[in-house]
Nanobody
Framework: QVQLVESGGGLVQAGGSLRVSCVTS????????MAWFRQTPGKDREFVAG????????SYTDSAKGRFTISKDNTKNTMYLQMNNLEPEDTAVYFC????????????????????WGQGTQVTVSS
């Protein structure tokens, strides 16, 4: 059974930090590219950050560059998103996603390419 389970969300003041995690099971984690998406009420999910199956290559949306760091530990089947200098605009439900990647450095930034999703974790940043 495939499972992606996010944790680490919560309430933080603007300027603070959080690290969200995504623990996976039931997939060949080292063969999957991973990503974090986020969603606010009434809006579609948006790409935040992605990491290649190797864990070497990463990609970020412009608002996350310089503040967020995505990483992937293939020995623990876990992906992380370290979020620093958080802003109220970062408030959202954060979802992890996975997809089999034929190429080791492939990163996909569109949600329709991902076929495995977690249930989401709420991140709330107060001003």
């Amino acid at each position: 059974q495939v499972q992606l389970v996010e944790s680490g969300g919560g309430l933080v003041q603007a300027g603070g930090s959080l690290r969200v995690s995504c623990v996976t099971s039931g997939i060949a984690f080292s063969q999957h590219a991973m990503a974090w998406f986020r969603q606010t009420p009434g809006k579609d999910r948006e790409f935040v950050a992605g990491v290649s199956r190797s864990g070497i290559s990463t990609s970020y949306t412009d608002s996350a560059k310089g503040r967020f760091t995505i990483s992937k530990d293939n020995t623990k089947n876990t992906m992380y998103l370290q979020m620093n200098n958080l802003e109220p605009e970062d408030t959202a439900v954060y979802f992890c996603a996975a997809t089999f990647a034929a190429l080791p450095e492939l990163i996909l930034t569109t949600q329709r390419y991902y076929d495995r999703w977690g249930q989401g974790t709420q991140v709330t940043v107060s001003s």
